[in-house]
């Protein structure tokens, strides 16, 4: 949510339209448009209750990839299998009678060990090895999590029975659930925001288009991967355990290969290396699961065919078109010296362009 | 022991299936930097093909050659159509077959269900036979090794020997000089993605035999697959070669012997070359 950009960052592009110097306002009142809309949903419950819920769930993992394919270049193909890492790390000690609350301590802590073991092997690979990698430790995860039976409960899963209790908020009651969620998912938002605007943030763009240069800048580029990595990593534990206690039940096809895609897909769909790009893209495909598929039977062939058509023709993603879009209507000139998408090098993210990699000047619009 | 050498059969049986899907992968990569995520979809869809044909027509080996022919002509088309589109963008490409697993899948779904299908072998090659030692072993799973190997051997001949593999090896090496030779480098990389295509069919057609055909397995496959070139490294013949019979014995293993964690099998070597050799056991550079 970008309401506190300062001033100084308003693009100075001489003379501005009536659009552009209202411009700071658009993306407020576009949050607390959905926001609003968000809260209306999840407060009338239902069907429709439930699915923003789960699209709320899905994006904070989807903008893990988000952040880490945009920001990073490293693009995660094994996302949905760590949220499911991190819902079995609640329903397992929960299987044993572990409290709700220990149990999620306990989920964070497992998954935030396996984020750091697998971070070491992650920053060793780049590009396409390490779409590869993950996808090889996420189908790993799953074959544990259906394989496992003693532990996992094998393809029946495991059954949740109580959700924790936050002082006077019971998250048993599916509403008070729901705005749980939608507490954390702007924490999540928020927490990202700040986080890619930071130094930190910036060099890790700066990894991304050119490695070997912040290395001889002095830049530890390794270390700044590897934290990314777990960042990302735990944002999809948390989802998880968003999720786990949603739909009260965790089977391992839920960390299968195709809702791996599914996540990646949401992230770039929406739009590697924005930040909204990703919970546009888990809106969208939670439409097409779950309204699409009510009166479609064959809804994942068309979900491939329009995935296929925004890698072709819209690389950077649904959110990259809406920013285009805005950015033309406020009449602010692309900036020079950005990447096209020919121009990435081989081994480099090629869903990249010029919305993905912005000029701090232009941070608010692309946001 | 008898019980371990039948385990290292079936170990190897499935390191001769794991190396046809590899190989086809290895190759895409290694010539045209496409990393194919509907490899595994192209494995079923083959699967899927050689089991109608074979209620159709009535004869196994007629299904393993239909599968592998549609499945080439598939290829041709998707290079055609779709790939040379995204020429050089690697990551355009992968998520672009990333959204193919999930059409070929969902239509392979439409069409043959979602139940398990499984191919019968034809006569003899459902019997079993007695090896030196006393061991009875099943003729399939023989003929499978077998015909993996000739395979191998008939690709290694076609990549070293002939004038073709000439090309396909420049073309991993320099694709610019290549083309500065005159040679068309466009029909190369169409060839080499029908042959890719070509290998996972038939790999599809002969893993149908002792691996079920269902939604899924071709992400079980596609992971055997990429665990198998990351060990093997990526882009490398020989490397699939090595990393099918590593990840095929290992897996089937640890299948055998510990249920439960058969996965750690896969894990360990991906995590031990990943430290040691990230580029793969036999690959040049890390990709």
């Excluded at chain 1, 306002?25 to 439930?50: E, H, K």
């Excluded at chain 1, 189908?139 to 409960?153: E, P, R």
């Excluded at chain 1, 699961?289 to 072709?312: D, K």
């Excluded at chain 2, 058969?262 to 070597?269: V, W």
């Amino acid at each position: 949510m970008s309401t506190h950009a300062p001033e100084t960052r308003v693009a100075s592009t001489g003379q501005q339209s009536f659009l552009a110097r209202q411009q700071r306002w658009v993306p407020l009142l576009a949050a607390l448009a959905f926001l609003l809309i968000a809260s209306s949903y999840l407060y009338r419950g239902g069907f429709y209750g439930q699915l923003v819920t789960q699209m709320l769930i899905f994006a904070i993992a989807a903008m893990g990839v988000g952040f880490l394919g945009g920001y990073g270049g490293m693009v995660s193909l094994g996302q949905a299998s760590f949220l499911g890492l991190g819902a079995y790390g609640v329903a397992v000690p929960m299987a044993d009678g572990t409290g709700p609350w220990t149990a999620v301590a306990i989920s964070l802590v497992v998954t935030l060990a396996v984020a750091l073991v697998t971070g070491l092997l992650a920053v060793r690979v780049r590009g396409i090895s390490f779409v590869i990698m993950t996808l090889a430790l996420g189908q790993i995860l799953f074959g544990l999590a259906s394989s496992w039976v003693d532990l996992s409960g094998g393809d029946n899963g495991l059954i949740i029975p109580v959700a924790p209790v936050l002082g006077p908020l019971d998250l048993n009651d599916p509403t008070v659930l729901s705005f749980a969620v939608l507490v954390v998912f702007v924490l999540a938002a928020l927490a990202l925001r700040t986080f890619v605007a930071s130094p930190f943030g910036l060099a890790l763009r700066g990894i991304k288009s050119n490695e070997q240069r912040l290395k001889t800048l002095g830049y530890a580029t390794r270390l700044h991967l590897y934290i990314s990595w777990v960042i990302s990593v735990m944002f999809a534990g948390v989802a998880g355990i968003l999720f786990v206690f949603t739909n009260g039940l965790i089977t391992p096809t839920a960390l299968d290969f195709g809702h791996n895609g599914i996540v990646t897909l949401m992230a770039v769909i929406g739009g590697l290396g924005t930040l909204w790009g990703p919970t546009v893209g888990a809106i969208v495909i939670m439409l097409f699961q779950n309204y699409l598929s009510l009166y479609f039977e064959r809804w994942a062939t068309v979900m491939g065919i329009a995935f296929v058509a925004v890698v072709i023709f819209a690389p950077e993603g649904l959110w990259g078109l809406v920013t285009k879009f805005a950015r033309r209507l406020t009449r602010q000139k692309p900036q020079p010296g950005q990447l096209g998408i020919n121009e990435v090098p081989v081994g480099g993210s090629a869903a990249e362009t010029d919305t993905t990699m912005p000029d701090p000047t232009t941070e608010k619009v692309q946001q | 022991m008898n019980q371990f050498i039948v385990q290292t059969l079936n170990g190897l049986t499935l390191a001769g299936i794991m190396f046809l899907v590899s190989s086809g992968f290895t190759l895409v990569f290694g010539v045209m930097r496409i990393t194919n995520l509907a490899h595994g979809a192209i494995y079923l869809l083959g699967g899927y093909i050689a089991y109608s044909t074979i209620q159709l027509v009535g004869n196994f080996f007629v299904g393993v050659i239909v599968a592998g022919v549609a499945m080439a002509l598939l290829g041709i088309v998707l290079e055609r159509t779709l790939i040379k589109r995204m020429r050089g963008q690697v990551m355009a490409e992968l998520l672009a077959t990333l959204g193919l697993v999930y059409v070929m899948n969902d239509l392979a779904l439409a069409i043959w269900g979602g139940d398990p299908l499984s191919l019968r072998l034809p006569g003899v090659l459902r019997e079993s036979s007695t090896l030196p030692g006393g061991i009875v072993y099943p003729n399939g799973r023989l003929f499978i090794l077998v015909l993996a190997v000739a395979i191998g051997l008939a690709l290694y001949f076609l990549l070293r020997r002939t004038r073709v593999g000439a090309i396909v090896r420049a073309g991993v090496d320099n694709k610019a000089m290549v083309s500065a030779m005159g040679i068309n480098v466009r029909l190369v990389f169409t060839m080499v993605f029908a042959l890719g295509a070509l290998l996972a069919g038939v790999g599809g057609a002969l893993g149908g035999t002792v691996l079920s055909l269902a939604p899924n397995a071709d992400a079980e496959i596609l992971t055997f697959a990429l665990v198998v070139v990351i060990v093997g490294g990526l882009g490398s013949f020989e490397g699939a070669v090595l990393g099918s019979l590593i990840v095929g014995l290992l897996s089937n293993y640890g299948q055998a012997y510990f249920p439960a964690l058969a996965y750690f099998a896969l894990f360990a070597p991906l995590v031990l070359v990943l430290l040691v050799r990230p580029q793969g056991l036999l690959g040049r550079t890390a990709a």
